[in-house]
């Protein structure tokens, strides 16, 4: 009896013991690069486990299951244990979701917990770790062309997939660098090719897997933000199958090229030119009229343009000083800027449109452009010629002959012509309201809309009033409602039938001021005819009527429809006209 008692209150303990169920991690902040495990432990025997989704993380192992029993001093300890690795997607801080169980009918949850993911962080070499740059035959590196450049000197940052004796499946980008404080463009690689070349003393294989190009836009230390990849490769083994071969084993690795640090020297203060707007290579510039001769009502186009290698996308073009005479429009912008690995080089433009308004000669003065040059690590100033436009023929404004600085100064005459000599003086002290036209139209309106009221009242109580007009309005509104129809629908037989019929229909109903129950064929007959109605038109007007209903159902062609409907439309106008 003892024995049982034992046994029925041991069965009850694991009913009055408190149910936890957890989720631990095995670290809360993590590098991108790094791995995160997570066990929902359980101290009861739960059914029904349901994961949770994992998002921003990718499962690279699990669920593995543990379950553990012991008995200490009489007392019995449970624990089932599912655990997950993961590998998280992208920085930021995850949450891991709620996982849940069934007990003894009831759900339980974890709480949700928090990780944070930092960059990618460097890992030690452990050569019993195949995570590590699988061996020390995985490396991504990120070569960069100059690491002291000056601001806007174009550098390029190549990326690089190293690796021995594996093979490379798969590649994802899990963590695109950020080029913050920097223009950058980045160069098509339209196919991956796999190359030989030296890395650490050794022979290695790599593939270019991206190429920038960047313009840094502020001199001091500037960071390149890790790019690193999800990768998934195939490693030899010790072992052989049956006919000697070398096994290969799958694995999922994450590498990182590491950030990278840029020292930005500021342009020399020395020797800056005042003009001068961040041009930053070697160029070429000029000052291009379209014509220089113009007959009156011509234009001609002023175009500014700087061609060369250098940073052609981040600077202004200087703008050109014309006479008054010269009526010059905002420009049109250009650019022929390509971007390969050695930056950007090509030609940008501004192009005037310029109008003269007056005969004469008018100079545009010289322009400059400054840039600083790379390979002399000065400042270059490019001058373009004076240029003369002649205005052939038109308005001849009055100038000055005695000197030529006043030569293409405008008379005064001609100066003040469009100023009006007539004015329509206010008083500064303004009216009062009371008493004025406008008082009293405001006064009087109120009173003669009263009228107009009673009238509009009065007309809209007639019409409502009328019954039978009303009805016949409305019948004829449907009649014509549905014969629209009908023609919408010429293409669909049945529809079109339905319409039709209907149209003809309410066209009776509006001209014989008669009800739907009234309306058969004998009786339709009759008040036609006693309406003085062409006996054809009535015979036909049935008969197309009877025939709407049949061809509903009955094969007909497109033809035969549009006849039809040609049909209809000619018998309503017909009684429309004898019945009116």
């Keep these: 009896m003892k024995r049982y008692l034992v046994v029925l209150l041991l069965s009850f303990q694991g009913l009055w013991a408190q149910v936890q169920f957890e989720a631990k991690v095995s670290k809360s902040t993590l590098g991108l690069n790094e791995r995160l495990r997570v066990d929902f432990v359980m101290n009861i025997d739960g059914d029904n486990f349901n994961e949770p989704s994992f998002e921003g993380f990718r499962i690279i192992g699990g669920p593995n ?24 997607l992208h920085k930021g801080s995850i949450v891991i979701k709620q996982a849940t169980i069934e007990y003894n009918g009831q759900v339980y949850k974890t709480s949700p917990v928090k990780v944070n993911v930092t960059n990618a962080i460097e890992q030690p070499k452990d050569p019993n770790d195949i995570s590590v740059s ?26 690089k997939l190293y690796f021995n004796n594996i093979g490379i499946t798969n590649s994802t980008e899990v963590n695109k660098p950020k080029y913050n404080d920097f223009w950058s463009q980045n160069i098509d690689i339209k196919q991956f090719v796999v190359e030989e070349g030296m890395f650490k003393g050794q022979n290695y294989r790599y593939i270019v897997l991206k190429k920038v190009v960047l313009y840094p836009q502020k001199s001091g230390k500037l960071t390149i933000e890790p790019l690193s990849l999800d ?7 010790n072992r052989r199958n049956v006919f000697g071969q070398m096994l290969i084993k799958d694995d999922h690795k994450r590498v990182s090229a590491g950030a990278k640090t840029i020292s930005v020297k500021a342009l020399p203060e020395a020797g800056k030119p005042d003009d001068f707007s961040g041009a930053v290579g070697t160029f070429d510039f000029k000052v291009t009229p379209s014509k220089t001769s113009l007959k009156n009502g011509e234009s001609l186009d002023l175009v500014v343009s700087v061609a060369g290698k250098g940073n052609l996308k981040l600077f202004t073009l200087p703008k050109p000083v014309v006479p008054n005479a010269l009526e010059m429009y905002d420009p049109v912008h250009n650019e022929q800027v390509n971007t390969p690995l050695s930056g950007m080089a090509g030609k940008i433009s501004d192009s005037y449109t310029i ?9 545009i003065k010289t322009m400059r452009f400054s840039y600083f040059d790379l390979s002399s690590g000065r400042y270059k100033t490019i001058t373009s010629d004076e240029i003369i436009i002649k205005m052939l023929d038109g ?22 012509k469009y100023i009006k000599l007539k004015t329509n003086l206010e008083p500064i002290a303004p009216k009062d309201f009371f008493g004025s036209n406008l008082f009293y139209s405001l006064l009087l309106i109120p009173f003669g809309l009263v009228p107009i009221i009673i009238l509009a009242k009065k007309k809209k109580e007639a019409i ?9 309005k409305r019948n004829n509104r449907l009649a014509k409602k549905y014969l629209s129809e009908a ?13 039709l019929e209907k149209a003809m229909h309410n066209f009776l109903k509006a001209k014989l001021h008669i009800e739907t129950s009234e309306m058969s064929k004998d009786n339709i007959k009759e008040i036609l005819l006693s309406k003085n109605a062409n006996p054809d038109s009535v015979n036909e007007f049935i008969a197309l009527t009877e025939n709407c209903e049949i061809a509903r159902y ?5 033809a035969t429809i549009q006849k039809d409907y040609e049909k209809a439309v000619l018998i309503i106008s017909d009684l429309e006209k004898q019945l009116s």
């Design 65 to 88: 299951q543990q379950v553990s029993q012991s008995w200490v001093n009489g007392k019995s300890s449970f624990e089932k244990i599912y655990s997950y690795y993961l590998a998280p």
């Design 134 to 159: 699988v061996d020390g035959n995985l490396y991504l590196v990120a070569d960069i062309s100059k690491t002291n450049p000056y601001l806007n000197e174009p550098i390029t940052v190549v990326y």
């Design 231 to 237: 990768i998934d490769v195939q490693l030899p083994t």
């Design 355 to 363: 109008i003269p308004q007056y005969k004469g000669d008018y100079p």
């Design 395 to 416: 308005p001849t404004p009055t100038v000055a002959s005695d000197t030529n600085a006043d030569k293409n100064k405008i008379a005064v005459n001609e100066q003040f």
């Design 464 to 472: 409502d009033g009328d019954i039978v007009g009303n009805r016949i």
């Design 487 to 499: 023609k919408k629908q010429i293409n669909n037989k049945e529809p079109f039938y339905v319409a």
């Design 554 to 558: 009955a094969p007909a062609s497109s």
